[in-house]
C-alpha cells in the first residue's frame, strides 16, 4: 500500500484567504505531481517535481505554487483563494519501477470550497 | 487531437461479463503504459502497466498492448458490480519525463 499523505482531507475557506495543502511521502520518490480533478472529470496536472529544490509547472495553468525542499515534501499554496479554485486536489509520487516504469501513487486527495 | 484518447462512457456490462476498455496515444515514441481505477470521490489506483506489445494478465485483468496501432486496452473477465468505476489509461510519453492520462471511462457492471 501506497505510504502518501494528504492535510487537510477537506476544506471550507472563504475567498481571499491564504492555504496551503500538504503533502508527504515516506516512500523516498523522487518524483511528485499535484493533479487538480473537478467531480467526473479528467485530470489534469499542475505542479510536478523531479527532485528536492525542482518544481515545474503542469499542463493546466494555475495560480498556486509548490516548493520541494525536502524530498518527502511537496506542499501547494494558494495566495488567495477565489470559488475558481473549489476542486479536488491530488498528489502523487514516483519512483521508476522495475525497469523504470514510473507508476504514480496517488494520495487521498484534498477537497477544496472557496465560497 | 488529445494525447491519449478513451471513450468517456458509461460501458455498461452484465455481470459475468467481459468488459472491454480502450485507448489509443499520439506519441509513437511512448514505452510504458498504465491503466488506473478510479471509484467515485476516490483517488486512482494502479491496477496494471504494460511495456511490450502484446498481453499481460493479472488475475481478471487483461491489458493488451499495439504499438504499430497506438492502442492499448483493458479487459476485465468475470465482471463484478464491484468493478464499476471509470478506468484511466495512462502513457509515459518519449524520454520518460511525463505520464499523461486520458479523460477516462465510465464502467458500470449490472447485478
Known amino acids: 500500500e501506497a505510504d502518501i499523505y494528504q492535510t487537510p482531507r477537506y476544506l471550507v475557506i472563504g475567498t481571499g484567504k491564504k492555504i496551503t495543502l500538504e503533502c508527504s511521502q515516506t516512500?523516498?520518490?523522487?518524483?511528485m505531481y499535484w493533479y487538480q480533478q473537478d467531480p467526473g472529470m479528467e485530470l489534469h496536472l499542475i505542479h510536478y517535481?523531479?527532485?528536492?529544490?525542482?518544481?515545474e509547472k503542469g499542463d493546466l495553468s494555475s495560480e498556486s505554487t509548490v516548493s520541494r525542499i525536502r524530498t518527502e515534501h511537496f506542499p501547494l499554496t494558494l495566495e488567495s483563494a477565489r470559488p475558481s479554485h473549489t476542486s479536488q486536489y491530488l498528489c502523487?509520487?514516483?519512483?521508476?519501477?522495475?525497469?523504470?516504469?514510473?507508476?504514480?501513487?496517488f494520495g487521498p486527495g484534498t477537497r477544496l470550497t472557496v465560497l | 487531437q488529445k494525447e491519449v484518447e478513451q471513450n468517456s462512457g458509461p460501458l455498461s456490462v452484465p455481470e459475468g461479463a467481459i468488459a472491454s476498455l480502450n485507448c489509443t496515444y499520439s506519441?509513437?515514441?511512448?514505452?510504458?503504459f498504465f491503466w488506473y481505477r478510479q471509484y467515485s470521490g476516490k483517488s486512482p489506483e494502479l491496477i496494471m502497466f504494460?511495456?511490450?506489445?502484446g498481453d499481460k494478465e493479472d488475475g481478471r485483468f487483461t491489458a493488451q498492448l499495439n504499438k504499430a496501432s497506438q492502442y492499448v486496452s483493458l479487459l476485465i473477465r468475470d465482471s463484478q458490480p464491484s468493478d464499476s468505476a471509470t478506468y484511466l489509461c495512462?502513457?509515459?510519453?518519449?524520454?520518460?519525463?511525463?505520464?499523461?492520462f486520458g479523460a477516462g471511462t465510465r464502467l458500470f457492471v449490472k447485478a
Open positions: 502523487a509520487s514516483s519512483e521508476p519501477g522495475t525497469g523504470g516504469y514510473n507508476e504514480q501513487f
Open positions: 495512462a502513457v509515459l510519453n518519449t524520454g520518460g519525463f511525463k505520464t499523461i
Open positions: 504494460i511495456y511490450s506489445n
Open positions: 517535481s523531479y527532485g528536492v529544490n525542482s518544481t
Open positions: 506519441d509513437r515514441g511512448s514505452q510504458s
Open positions: 516512500m523516498g520518490h523522487d518524483k
